[in-house]
């Protein structure tokens, strides 16, 4: 295997990015192991990769694609498609304060939870994250109001 990063690299870009890594992961695996298993293989990918970043926001960004794109495959995958993840059983993590919403917004389906996350946890615009997604800004924001339409109807007047 080539070495396309330094020790020192890998290190830095996993102490600035590890957290929130782990956060999209969690969102979409719902515990712990399989999280970390989702941060280890998109920590492999940069790893292996001769990825150069021009910005800290091109690495943020690079990411949060990679890792959401792990999540995605390893949820294909036949066995977690037939094994069955009883909510009361998941492990709440103290990184979230969790708390109805974050639950709701644990249960969307992938394509809304995503833009929701990037939005109003990451702090990113629709243009932003349409880059980030690579779909156009008018698709972006009509998953997040699908995503805000679903979250009125489970949370009701609290949502408001």
Not at 3 to 25: A, G, L, N, S, W
Not at 51 to 58: A, G, L, Q, R, V
Request: aromatic share 14%.
């Amino acid at each position: 295997m080539h070495q396309y990063h330094t020790e020192q690299d890998i290190i830095d870009v996993y102490q600035r990015q590890v957290d929130m890594v782990f956060k999209i992961c969690y969102s979409y695996m719902k515990n712990i192991a399989d999280s970390e298993d989702a941060v280890s293989n998109t920590f492999m990918k940069y790893i292996q990769s001769p990825k150069t970043f021009d910005t800290f926001e091109h690495e943020k960004a690079w990411f949060i694609l990679t890792a959401t794109n792990v999540c995605k495959d390893l949820l294909k995958q036949f066995w977690r498609r037939h094994q069955y993840l009883d909510e009361n059983t998941v492990t709440k993590l103290e990184i979230f304060s969790v708390d109805s919403t974050l639950e709701a917004v644990l249960k969307l389906p992938a394509k809304y939870k995503t833009v929701i996350y990037l939005y109003y946890y990451e702090g990113y615009q629709t243009e932003e994250i349409a880059r980030i997604l690579h779909k156009s800004p008018s698709t972006v924001r009509n998953q997040l109001a699908r995503a805000r339409k679903i979250l009125k109807r489970k949370l009701g007047d609290m949502y408001e």
